[in-house]
């Protein structure tokens, strides 16, 4: 496997539901990323996590939560979530470095709805 | 923050070349400048990136005036392959200005 891979790519579940997304980045990066995109809406920063320590959570419903256990794999656990949360969840890496780029590696994402 | 303001949508025929500017008025001294693209139920893909003046790669070529208040991506020769959104990032290594996507540009390419 290269890249940034994600699992499953399609999950359909209710609103009592658990389920989680995982994402796995062979690339040796040292920060990954969760991303919503809703339909017709720019892509939503959800969570960050660099050197597996998160350093960004904006603003996002508890009923998200996200879990880096390595620097090469990340969860989000999804429970008791609403309609209005179907979206295609996007994860990413990249290697953040002193200066210069920080290039984000995009997987191919879970498209997510909620019943 | 550095905010980003693109066309929404441009459209242009096959084999033309494609120019999409981008407003970043606020951008700092440590910013770098990067675009994307995406394709529908796809991840973004990284295009280009630039600091100052003009960078060029197999994709595309990326042109920053000398007050980095703007840049250009141009794309030369357009296929139907091209029609995506684009978009342009401004930030620097340190924070997470530059994971904020802004709204893109779709471009459309006409047989």
């Known amino acids: ?115 | 923050l550095a905010k980003t303001t693109q066309p929404i949508s441009m459209d242009s025929y096959e084999g033309q070349e494609v120019n999409i500017t981008c407003s970043h008025n606020n951008i700092a001294t440590n910013d770098y400048i990067t675009w994307y693209q995406q394709f529908p139920s796809q991840g973004p893909r990284f295009i280009i990136q630039g600091y100052k003046t003009k960078v060029t790669n197999e994709v595309a070529s990326l042109f920053i005036p000398a007050d980095r208040k703007s840049s250009t991506l141009s794309l030369p020769r357009v296929s139907l392959s091209d029609t995506a959104v684009y978009y342009c990032l401004v930030g620097d290594e340190t924070g997470a200005n530059n994971l904020f996507f802004g709204t893109g540009t779709r471009l459309t390419v006409i047989p």
């Not at chain 1, 499953?8 to 919503?36: D, F, I």
């Not at chain 1, 390595?70 to 656990?77: E, G, P, Y």
């Open chain 1, 1 to 115: 496997e290269t890249g940034v891979t994600q699992t499953p790519r399609h999950l359909v579940m209710g609103m009592t539901n658990k389920k989680s997304l995982k994402c796995e980045q062979h690339l040796g990066h040292n920060a990954m990323y969760w991303y919503k995109q809703s339909a017709k809406k720019p892509l939503e920063l959800m969570f960050v996590y660099s050197l597996e320590e998160r350093v960004e959570n904006n603003s996002v419903p508890s009923r998200f939560s996200p879990e880096c256990p390595n620097s090469s794999h990340l969860f989000l656990h999804l429970h008791t979530l609403q309609p209005e949360d179907s979206a295609l969840y996007l994860c990413a890496s990249s290697q953040v470095r002193p200066t210069g780029s920080n290039e984000q590696f995009f997987g191919p994402g879970t498209r997510l709805t909620v019943l």
